[in-house]
């Protein structure tokens, strides 16, 4: 009998059923989790940071405004623009790109080209030098920024769009301003994140009130901006040493550092490759509540694997020392010891009851 009862099959099971309970429960939300370290740190959670650009917001922007000077149409505005963004990959050059296709400008290719993370493009083109991005793009330039292209930016930033400047040869000659749109159950899902008691903040490479007009839509309080590519992991280290615990949502390759660095790095499904591979939570579809339901999830996870070490610790403890005192009779045993496992197994298969 005590042979019998002292198999520590529960408690060999406990985990991992509940584990594999709670996977197979998220995979059918779309929700992937990879690893238990997730789930365990899910508990812990304090801050849930979002990237902006195609995390929070679509990922689509789309050109609203063009403010020229000098002289300058808007159409040379949107083509030497286009020309800078040409050999860029991203998500605002693609903006850019389909705009003037619209206006039917053949955009000529330039001669030469530099992509500068954070702060835009740089390109020539016959004996022009353009320069198109931020702010810092044209200090780092030494470019001065009149009062008049100063105000115009803060007008289009407080509507929340990207504005950017274009200078050809050291003078600025206009303004191009894109639009991105939050996403359709953003705000929701941000609520959902804050009536669980979390901390929800904004972390972007986007000046501060842009993302603070994006950051109001949505609902979110706290807004980190103007962080360059390489400096996010540096934000998540920051608020981790003033003892947070940290989950990153993101999508582009410059979160994916982030995305690791956080206690759980969030990826959403339709942004890169890296960023995917990084996540310890996968979401596949590009539903932001997904965030929430896989926190919900972890932790039910959690719980259960508690109950079922608990309930199969107490089984050991308490009966062997009622067999060991010969009150067990094996037939009995052999029953507890297959009760016990059937217990942890449906304890932890009660996981797909669950309503996320
Ligand atoms: P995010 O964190 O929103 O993904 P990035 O760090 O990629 O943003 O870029 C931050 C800012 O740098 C942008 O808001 C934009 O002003 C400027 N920028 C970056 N890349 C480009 C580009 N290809 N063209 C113009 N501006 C750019
Ligand atoms: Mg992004």
Known sequence: AILLIACPCALGIATPTAILAGVGKGAEYGVLLRGGEYVENARKLTTVVFDKTGTLTKGEPSVTDIIVFRKYKENEVLELAAVAEKGSEHPLAEALLKAANKADIKIPDAETFEAVPGHGVKA???????LFGNR?????????IERASESHLAKLEEQGKTAMLLAVNDKIVGIVAVMDTPKDNAAEAIKQLKDMGLEVAMLTGDNERTAKAIANQVGIDRVIANVLPWEKVNVIKRLQSEGKVVAMVGDGVNDAP????????????GGTDIAKETGGIVLIKDDLRDVARGIVLSKATMKKIKQNLFWAFIYNTVSIPVAAIGLLSPIIAAGAMAFSSLFVVSNSATLKLLKL
Do not use: D, E, H
């Not at 982030?258 to 499904?269: D, K, M, N, P, T």
């Open 258 to 269: 982030a995305l690791a660095q956080a206690q759980i790095g969030i990826a959403i499904g």
């Open 124 to 130: 020539s083109l016959r004996g022009q030098i353009i």
């Open 136 to 144: 810092r793009l044209m200090q780092s330039n030494k470019i001065s």
